[in-house]
């Protein structure tokens, strides 16, 4: 995906989700990701079944984990009964999670970052409960959404004892930001940390960042979850807010942005994401909040079947490309260092770069 021999002036490294993509994408950068996730099949269970899918989860963690080294990676088995119940009836979602920069992350850095390049670390530090199975394997219950944690540890209950760490999905581990950052320093490369307690900081910043770059104020995209194309956004200039996921906790975080807030044309991605959670917010919702604040654009979601819109996700990718062909620039919007670290620090003037020895 990313080829051999390119100098490029960044590289964005650690936790994902969307911010960081319209982030990365708007560096031009390359984004290299702490976590991997697994969704491994399993014989069908109820979804109600905690026991049952800890137990596959066990079994495949450790076999994960066999002969593995105790700096190298974490494995976290991830259980979310309400957003995820329709799918964890039949597999088992496990994260292996980075402690440490692996040998072909290293030689990536140092044969493609420029030489006055800097590593942009993304250290999110959004936190969770999740039980602890044993040595670098663990099991989460639910996750980000309007559900308190407490709620879902309430009702799935395991005998075993509980840790508040780094969120599975969201969370970057402190070990692999540790180890990036001892990387850069022995290799003389910048470090430019983009912490946040919240993935939603990292979709203000990048919301920011397109401003910044000189994307069109006076319109905005609203994606979700996995529901981006920020292709779209950069050759475009149509700047994007992403949300975490399509639940009532991005629609108060959408509230509390638009609060004083006219755009000429407003678009939504709203994820479809086939089975409801008690939590999920309706159609009928997100255009109640949107469409006072500018012209509603749905992007290829059926209102009268979403969140079950099995064709959906097709017509988003012909709905991107058709956005592309009719608002394309003649440059895709770019945003530099500089411009990035004065978003980050506003009042601190900016640092000299000087080349890597």
Not at 111 to 123: E, F, H, T, Y
Not at 180 to 188: L, M, P, S
Request: hydrophobic share 40%; with cysteine.
């Amino acid at each position: 995906q990313y080829p051999d021999g390119h100098e490029y002036k960044a590289i964005v490294i650690g936790s994902p989700n969307g911010g960081v993509a319209h982030l990365a994408a708007l560096l031009h950068a390359p984004f290299l990701t702490a976590s991997f996730l697994l969704a491994v099949r399993h014989p069908t269970i109820d979804p109600e079944d905690i026991d049952a899918y800890y137990a596959a989860g066990e079994r495949l963690a450790a076999e994960i984990l066999a002969g593995s080294k105790r700096t190298s990676f974490e494995v976290i088995n991830h259980y979310d009964p309400l957003h995820d119940r329709a799918l964890i009836k039949y597999v088992n979602f496990l994260r292996v999670k980075l402690l440490e920069l692996p040998q072909a992350y290293q030689d990536f850095i140092l044969q493609n970052l420029a030489p006055d390049g800097k590593i942009v670390l993304i250290d999110c530090s959004y936190q969770w409960p999740q039980y602890i199975v044993g040595e670098r394997s663990y099991l989460q219950v639910g996750g980000l959404g309007a559900i308190p944690a407490g709620e879902y540890l309430n009702r799935f209950v395991l005998d075993l004892p509980v840790e508040e760490r780094r969120e599975s999905e969201w969370g970057c581990p402190p070990e692999f930001a540790c180890a990036v950052k001892d990387f850069a320093k022995r290799h003389g490369i910048d470090v430019i940390e983009v912490s946040y307690d919240h993935p939603q900081g990292y979709s203000l910043l990048s919301y920011r960042a397109y401003l910044a770059a000189g994307a069109h104020k006076q319109e905005i995209m609203f994606d979700c979850f996995n529901y981006q194309n920020p292709l779209t956004n950069i050759q475009t200039g149509i700047p994007a807010l992403w949300l975490p996921f399509n639940t009532e906790d991005s629609l108060a975080f959408a509230r509390s942005f638009l609060s004083g807030k006219r755009f000429e044309r407003i678009y939504l991605a709203l994820l479809p994401s086939f089975a409801g959670s008690p939590d999920t917010a309706s159609i009928g919702e997100w255009e109640k909040l949107l469409s006072p604040h500018g012209d509603l654009t749905i992007i290829d979601v059926d209102p009268h079947t979403f969140p079950a819109d099995p064709l959906a996700p097709f017509r988003f990718v012909d709905g991107m490309k058709r956005l592309r062909e009719e608002r394309h620039r003649s440059t895709s919007i770019e945003l530099s260092l500089a411009t990035l670290a004065a978003l980050l620090h506003p009042n601190q003037p900016p640092a000299p770069s000087a080349p890597r020895p």
